[in-house]
Nanobody, 120 residues
Framework: QVQLVESGGELVQPGGSLRLSCAASGFTVVRYGMTPMSWYRQAPKKERVLVAHIGTAGDAVNYEDSVKGRFTISRNNAEKTLYLQMNSLKPEDTAVYYC??????????WGQGTQVTVSS
């Protein structure tokens, strides 16, 4: 049974930093390494949107325009963990952040989300 568990979300002041993690279980290391991954976020009363995407080897990344230069997505395939380093956080970054696994041979999987609140 595949499970994705996000962590690292908390209350932070504007201009601060956070590092989110998404730990995968139910994957072999080989299968995880073949699975593109993404971070999404959903602000209150808004749709869930893509924040960042990373290819299987970590060398193909793309970002939503508002986070370019501030957020960095990365992955450790040996540890089956996805990361999102978030710097220079703004109040508009406040949202529940979700990780998503884009499996090539089955359904996609979502984590349960972690709350990020940027406020003074």
């Amino acid at each position: 049974q595949v499970q994705l568990v996000e962590s690292g979300g908390e209350l932070v002041q504007p201009g601060g930093s956070l590092r989110l993690s998404c730990a995968a279980s139910g994957f072999t290391v080989v299968r995880y390494g073949m699975t593109p991954m993404s971070w999404y976020r959903q602000a209150p009363k808004k749709e869930r949107v893509l924040v960042a995407h990373i290819g299987t080897a970590g060398d193909a990344v793309n970002y939503e325009d508002s986070v370019k230069g501030r957020f960095t997505i990365s992955r450790n395939n040996a540890e089956k963990t996805l990361y999102l380093q978030m710097n220079s956080l703004k109040p508009e970054d406040t949202a529940v952040y979700y990780c998503k696994a884009h499996t090539l041979d089955g359904p996609d999987f979502w984590g349960q989300g972690t709350q990020v609140t940027v406020s003074s």
